[in-house]
């Protein structure tokens, strides 16, 4: 097991040098804790069956949008082909001028099957090329967590992502405030699916939380109830920091 986690560090590393540049990669690697003989199951079991987000943020570069997305449908194929991701789903930020510009997805069912996938050499060249056709990418690994239990399947077109960090030294009292709300937050019928994400190298952002909803008079309705407003400006209290975006799905990878 000790050799099996040096070589998904390197894979990592691997891949967030192509993406985000040498310094910060090893900065992000060298935050996981060492793999040693005194690593618990815990650790194990998270690796092998929690489900697992790879997501890029992207801008797309100035008047290069078009340019971007055709090269998006060249790879797209391959990207989709590994049996280890499990789909892939792209967003636009529904307000163009915001940054970020494009949210992409990568699921898993665990750490293990996203490392693999890094691994392979055509899906290592494919993320070596991004920073080659986008002005910023930053990428980010995210691991669920059991917070918030609503899930209606489908494709939905709007999804409201927060990305949060957690105050200095109050996780744990930040994850009992959302266990006091949790209910409230996922009652509202306009509100489709939702789910919550730790960052799984504790880099910030620390959190990522994500709303789904069936088109945008929905999330407008959700986000102008009482209780959903109550819940958003105890945030600012709860949450050391935390930005919302809402972004709109597109087409580039739904050929299932």
Known sequence: MISRLANL???ILIALVALVGCDRAQRTVLDVP???????ETMTTDME??????????DYPAGGKDAYIAWVTSVAPTLQAP???????SYDNE???????????????SFLDMATYLNRPEIAAILGDIP????????????????????????????????????LGRKQAYLEWVASVSQALVA??????TASY?????????????LEFASQEDIDAYEALEEIMAIEAELDNQAGTWVLHTFELRSDYINE
């Open 83 to 89: 049996e280890e991701v499990v789909r892939i789903r």
């Open 34 to 40: 060492p793999a040693d003989a005194t690593m618990d």
């Open 9 to 11: 560090s390197l894979i």
């Open 188 to 193: 509202p019928p306009q509100l489709k699916a």
């Open 132 to 167: 080659n056709h986008t002005s910023v990418t930053t990428a980010h690994t995210f691991i669920q967590r059991s917070d918030y239990s609503k899930g209606e399947g489908g494709n939905w077109p709007i999804k409201g992502i927060l990305l949060i960090d957690y105050p």
């Open 95 to 109: 307000d163009p001028e915001m940054s970020p510009n494009r949210l992409v997805e990568w699921e898993f069912n």
């Open 49 to 58: 069956a929690t489900p697992v987000k790879f997501i890029l943020l992207i």
């Open 198 to 210: 730790d960052n799984y190298y504790g880099e910030s952002p620390h959190r990522l939380v994500e």
